[in-house]
């Protein structure tokens, strides 16, 4: 019997951010944390010297648009980034969800989609 078609269904993750504390001040961190959820984008960086699997999390709303606030762990940067690469996955939805501005930790709900490789 044939598969349905139709769009592979979606995953939902917690995941651990990483850096924020020297990514944000104490303050900003407290003024970000009164307001999540707040919505990310994940962006590959493969030039990245460090960690050529390093993933980085941005906020996407403002008054925080587009500030850098830290990283996927290199744990589970090192699954996503080739499969990221290849197309064999997407993130369709990212969100900060948790931060503890004391320590400078937060949360993030990723919701994945995997996807069949790009063949060239």
């Not at 407290?30 to 980085?56: K, S, Y």
């Amino acid at each position: 019997m044939a598969k349905a078609a139709g769009k592979p269904s979606l995953t939902e993750m917690m995941v651990e951010l990483k850096g924020f504390n020297h990514r944000a001040i104490a303050s900003t961190r407290r003024e970000i944390a009164a307001e999540v959820p707040l919505a990310v984008e994940l962006r590959r960086e493969p030039t990245n010297i460090h960690d050529g699997n390093a993933v980085a999390v941005h906020l996407l709303e403002k008054p925080w648009k587009e500030l850098h606030i830290g990283y996927l762990p290199k744990g589970v940067a090192v699954v996503f980034a080739p499969k990221m690469d290849d197309g064999r996955i997407s993130v369709e939805e990212a969100w900060l969800m948790e931060v503890d501005p004391e320590e400078g930790s937060g949360q993030l709900l990723l919701k994945v989609r995997k996807r069949k490789p790009n063949l060239a």
